[in-house]
């Protein structure tokens, strides 16, 4: 059974219109919001947008308390992040804070990890409890091309306190690299049954998905070739989301999926495989976000779904970390040519 919780969106109308005239409308953006201690993230602070949380469903900026709330209330909630940006990690450790004081107790998955990984991870755990610093080596955390583990410690440090369960979510490299050479249908049968993997997938999502993935490796391959990264693309989303469902149908208190914000997107990702197995369940998606230079449009940040729906629940814009151009070595890589 899905354990439905108090949130706003469940409130009665009254209650609800409330919290309609407290929340600012677009002309007075609520405050900004930064994770406890401030910024680490050093470029564009003084953005306009830094710090505010927009919902993208009613289109206006709220309070961030409003989505804390609605993440306490939510059976599913997944925290899409900008991997290496320390501000993300440490917000989405401010979240998991605020669902425990809620009273929730929801076990924490990381996309970051591999699930045949999982075994190593709690040998750690049950060998030093509470060590939150030393998970990174315990799961190879480097070797595997992750940033600095101690931008995502305040994650586990957060998790750890509160003793909920820490979760491998990734498929492993072997399933990867089937589906990549094989396409979905190297999965047995009852793989890709277990996953919802065996549903009609809209065609406009895959479509969507190939332009991703092209983007991803910067204009540098063309769409004809983004098919076999879609399919991998699929079996993480599926896998993602498997991993939140059998977290709850094993007695979790809910679930909070750390992810790119990519794999967190409504209908097109994690949620929508989510919402083929647990359709009754209540999921809340916040995405964080850099802002950039010239744009102060939060709308211009939020690319509609293929359906039309918002990608997100929230967005929750950060200052920008610095970074080198992530398209030069692939440029270079490639002979600054498609292929």
Same mark, same amino acid.
């Given at each position: 059974?899905?354990?439905?919780?108090?949130?706003?969106?469940?409130?009665?109308?009254?209650?609800?219109?409330?919290?309609?005239?407290?929340?600012?409308?677009?002309?007075?953006?609520?405050?900004?919001?930064?994770?406890?201690?401030?910024?680490t993230a050093g470029l564009l602070r003084?953005?306009?947008?830094?710090?505010?949380?927009?919902?993208?469903?009613?289109?206006?900026?709220?309070?961030?308390?409003?989505?804390?709330?609605?993440?306490?209330?939510?059976?599913?909630?997944?925290?899409?992040?900008?991997?290496?940006?320390?501000?993300?990690?440490?917000?989405?450790?401010?979240?998991?804070?605020?669902?425990?004081?809620?009273?929730?107790?929801?076990?924490?998955?990381?996309?970051?990890?591999?699930?045949?990984?999982?075994? /190593?991870?709690?040998?750690?755990? /049950?060998?030093?409890?509470?060590?939150?610093?030393?998970?990174?080596?315990a799961v190879d955390w480097t070797e595997?091309?992750?940033?600095?583990?101690?931008?995502?410690?305040?994650?586990?440090?957060?998790?750890?306190?509160?003793?909920?369960?820490?979760?491998?979510?990734?498929?492993?490299?072997?399933?990867?690299?089937?589906?990549?050479?094989?396409?979905?249908?190297?999965?047995?049968?009852?793989?890709?049954?277990?996953?919802?993997?065996?549903?009609?997938?809209?065609?406009?999502?895959?479509?969507?998905?190939?332009?991703?993935?092209?983007? /991803?490796?910067?204009?540098?391959m063309p769409i004809e070739a983004a098919?076999?990264?879609?399919?991998?693309?699929?079996?993480?989303?599926?896998?993602?989301?498997?991993?939140?469902?059998?977290?709850?149908?094993?007695?979790?208190?809910?679930?909070?999926?750390?992810?790119?914000?990519?794999?967190?997107?409504?209908?097109?990702?994690?949620?929508?495989?989510?919402?083929?197995?647990?359709?009754?369940?209540?999921?809340?998606?916040?995405?964080?976000?850099?802002?950039?230079?010239?744009?102060?449009?939060?709308?211009?940040?939020?690319?509609?779904?293929?359906?039309?729906?918002?990608?997100?629940?929230?967005?929750?814009?950060?200052?920008?970390?610095?970074?080198?151009?992530?398209?030069?070595?692939?440029?270079?890589?490639?002979?600054?040519?498609?292929?």
């Amino acid at each position: 059974m899905i354990r439905r919780l108090p949130s706003p969106a469940r409130m009665p109308a009254l209650v609800a219109g409330v919290l309609l005239l407290i929340a600012p409308s677009t002309g007075m953006a609520a405050d900004p919001a930064p994770p406890p201690g401030g910024w680490t993230a050093g470029l564009l602070r003084e953005h306009p947008l830094a710090g505010r949380v927009w919902s993208a469903r009613d289109k206006d900026f709220v309070p961030a308390e409003r989505a804390l709330q609605d993440a306490a209330g939510a059976e599913l909630v997944l925290l899409g992040e900008i991997h290496d940006n320390p501000d993300h990690h440490r917000l989405q450790a401010h979240v998991i804070g605020a669902m425990v004081r809620a009273g929730r107790r929801p076990a924490v998955a990381f996309e970051q990890i591999p699930r045949g990984l999982q075994p /190593a991870l709690d040998a750690h755990l /049950a060998e030093k409890p509470g060590d939150a610093a030393g998970i990174g080596a315990a799961v190879d955390w480097t070797e595997r091309g992750w940033p600095d583990w101690a931008q995502y410690q305040p994650i586990a440090d957060a998790a750890l306190a509160a003793e909920l369960p820490l979760l491998a979510a990734d498929p492993d490299e072997a399933e990867r690299r089937a589906v990549g050479r094989g396409g979905l249908e190297a999965l047995p049968p009852e793989r890709r049954a277990e996953l919802a993997l065996d549903r009609p997938y809209p065609e406009a999502f895959t479509e969507k998905l190939g332009r991703t993935m092209v983007e /991803a490796h910067c204009g540098l391959m063309p769409i004809e070739a983004a098919g076999p990264l879609v399919d991998v693309q699929r079996l993480r989303d599926a896998t993602l989301a498997d991993t939140m469902v059998r977290a709850v149908e094993g007695g979790a208190d809910g679930a909070v999926l750390i992810t790119g914000d990519g794999h967190a997107q409504e209908d097109l990702a994690a949620p929508w495989y989510l919402r083929a197995r647990l359709p009754e369940a209540e999921i809340v998606t916040i995405a964080f976000r850099e802002v950039e230079p010239d744009s102060t449009d939060p709308a211009g940040y939020v690319e509609a779904e293929p359906e039309g729906g918002p990608p997100f629940d929230y967005v929750w814009f950060t200052p920008a970390t610095e970074r080198g151009d992530p398209c030069a070595e692939m440029r270079e890589r490639f002979g600054g040519g498609k292929r």
